[in-house]
């Protein structure tokens, strides 16, 4: 049986997928990746309104104009660094 670290999964629907740390360490890490059903995609650079899923967002700074205009598309109104206290509970 193999441990792994259950921060992996826990944020799946998958009913087998669900466990908290104490259960995870029960459950056989083949079974897991068994689960074809389970397809995972990302997008760098995600909400960055003209470098999403680009190159240039890959090891660059996105440059003022773009930061306002990634907040803008992601409807996020804080200003920066700050988190606001729904997020931190």
């Keep these: 049986m193999v441990k792994f670290p259950p921060s992996h999964v826990s944020k799946y629907p998958y009913p087998k997928l669900n466990l908290t740390r104490e259960e995870s360490y029960g ?4 079974n897991l990746v068994s689960l074809k059903t389970t ?7 995600y909400g960055s309104p003209n470098k999403a899923n680009s190159y240039s967002v890959h090891g660059a700074a996105l440059g003022e104009k773009e930061v306002e205009a990634t907040r803008n598309n992601l409807g ?3 200003e920066p660094f700050k988190v606001p206290d729904e ?3």
Excluded: L, Q
Excluded at 27 to 30: I, L, R, W
Excluded at 39 to 45: A, P
């Design 39 to 45: 397809h995972v995609t990302t997008t760098i650079g």
């Design 87 to 89: 997020v931190k509970r």
């Design 76 to 78: 996020w109104p804080y």
């Design 27 to 30: 459950v056989d890490f083949v």
